[in-house]
């Protein structure tokens, strides 16, 4: 089956630097990759994806890192601000069956000023 | 766009009774939709999928007699806590996709359940 962890259950990073969130994933026949932000008492929002055939994708402020050989991902995160507050979760599933989406601990991320 | 909307946000029930969910695609039609749990300081754990027209299909050690779910529309399923318990409460959060080989899904915000 599918495991996904998180390096780092906290991460603080002082406003205006880049945080870097990562994440490991055991199954190698995982194709598709999400990144989700989750502030309390809300529902996960979906940040960027990166599907297997690509090593990086950038979005605004984000950029993800796929290292399929060491079954590896990260969130990038320029310019962190105190909004960025939240807690990611990355998720790893197989393209055409999003429904098994396996998600990670999550990284509680913390700004400060 | 892909908006899901969950109803409600917060519900207090009492130890025996039933509470329904509701989850809908405001702006897509989803095929199918995804109901997970998620416990404090915990992630999202998959409870079940939910298709259109079709019986869930759950995750191992969920049961499906206690946690019913129906996909009556495109736009709309439902998760009913049956006969609910304190260990019942929860965050329930449902998902929905329009087109799962090309799309992500996108999450409700989620129920508060708190069985007393």
């Known amino acids: 089956g599918e495991s996904v962890g998180l390096h780092l259950p906290t991460l603080s990073v002082q406003e205006g630097d880049n945080s870097i969130i990562n994440c490991a994933y055991s199954?190698?026949?995982?194709?598709?990759f999400i990144w989700y932000k989750q502030e309390s008492g809300k529902g996960p929002q979906f940040i960027i994806d990166i599907r297997s055939n690509m090593d990086k994708r950038q979005g605004q402020r984000v950029t993800v890192l796929l290292n399929k050989t060491v079954k590896h991902l990260s969130l990038q995160i320029a310019a962190t601000q105190p909004g960025d507050s939240a807690v990611y979760f990355c998720?790893?599933?197989?393209?055409?069956?999003?429904?098994?989406?396996?998600f990670g601990t999550g990284t509680r991320l913390q700004v400060t000023l | 766009g892909a908006v899901v909307s969950q109803h409600p946000s917060r519900v207090i029930c009492k130890s025996g009774t039933s509470v329904k969910i509701e989850c809908r695609s405001l702006?897509?039609?989803?095929?199918?939709m995804f109901w997970y749990r998620q416990f404090p300081k915990q992630s999202l754990m998959l409870m079940a999928t939910?298709?259109?027209?079709?019986?869930?299909?759950?995750e191992q050690g969920v049961e499906k007699d206690k946690f019913l779910i129906n996909h009556a529309s495109l736009t709309l399923s439902t998760l009913t806590v049956t006969s609910a318990h304190p260990e019942d409460s929860s965050f329930y959060i449902c998902?929905?996709?329009?087109?799962?080989?090309?799309?992500?899904?996108?999450f409700g915000n989620g129920t508060r359940l708190t069985v007393t």
């Open positions: 702006d897509f039609q989803a095929t199918t």
């Open positions: 998902s929905a996709s329009g087109d799962y080989n090309n799309s992500p899904l996108h």
């Open positions: 939910s298709n259109e027209g079709s019986k869930a299909t759950y």
């Open positions: 998720a790893a599933g197989y393209t055409g069956t999003a429904s098994k989406l396996t």
């Open positions: 199954n190698s026949a995982s194709d598709y």
